[in-house]
């Protein structure tokens, strides 16, 4: 679990699509540098964020690390497009004493999003994203919460019809992410909010009845208000 805010930025020192090391398990593995400044609790086997993607340590020095990326990680995110020097934003796993200055993250990243356009509006910068799978955007609710490249930003505007939605960067946080860098065509993971997504299947769940073919809760209540109804006459 994690909260969106960005610890630090770290640059990727090696990529190697098929690692035979026993740390990176015969796979894709990253290596990343310069972040040496939240390893100093780091162990094998924690969990970080990488790009709003949540992986495993495999191998750790003093200002280095290493995941494996499995494939379907390399497919539903943007890690795939990663070379050599790309910057990635990173944030440990939340502790006991983490403040929450963000938003409940999992790492999960649902979908990708296109960058575009990229507008000033005085010192801070307007994105309209449209995300690759137009199905998130029923969770993407303005002023709700979303998650960039692992940055928990709010949603300023949605339009569901058109297949976008728009966050703001202020100045301070175009210099902490790599969002701040990025161009129109350039992708970021996105990770809605896993609230609307419970709440979601807890409705749908209430109304579609329970098992072995009982008539679902809503037909119910109308058929209940129907009688109600018709008694009254």
């Not at 003093?62 to 494996?68: E, L, R």
Request: glycine share 12%; with cysteine.
């Amino acid at each position: 679990m994690f909260t969106g805010i960005v610890e630090t930025i770290g640059t990727v020192s090696a990529l190697e699509t098929h690692d035979a090391t026993s740390s990176g398990g015969g796979g894709t593995s990253l290596t990343i540098s310069d972040c040496a400044e939240i390893l100093s609790d780091a162990h094998l086997g924690d969990s970080i964020s990488i790009n709003g993607t949540c992986l495993t340590i495999t191998a750790l020095t003093g200002s280095t690390f290493k995941v494996g990326i499995s494939p379907e990680t390399l497919r539903r995110t943007n890690l795939s497009s990663l070379s050599a020097a790309s910057r990635l934003n990173l944030e440990r796993a939340v502790s006991a004493s983490t403040r929450m200055g963000g938003h409940f993250v999992q790492g999960h990243v649902d979908t990708v999003a296109a960058i575009v356009a990229k507008t000033p509006d005085g010192n801070a910068v307007t994105y309209r994203l449209r995300p690759r799978d137009a199905r998130v955007l029923r969770y993407v609710v303005e002023k709700g919460y979303v998650t960039l490249d692992g940055a928990s930003l709010t949603v300023t505007r949605v339009e569901d019809a058109d297949g976008w939605f728009e966050v703001m960067l202020i100045a301070y946080t175009q210099e902490r992410v790599v969002m701040g860098g990025k161009g129109v065509g350039a992708e970021v993971n996105v990770e809605v909010d896993m609230v609307g997504k419970y709440v979601e299947k807890s409705v749908a769940g209430y109304f579609e009845g329970r098992e072995g073919g009982e008539m679902g809760v809503l037909e119910k209540m109308v058929g209940r208000m129907v009688e109600e109804r018709l008694k009254g006459r």
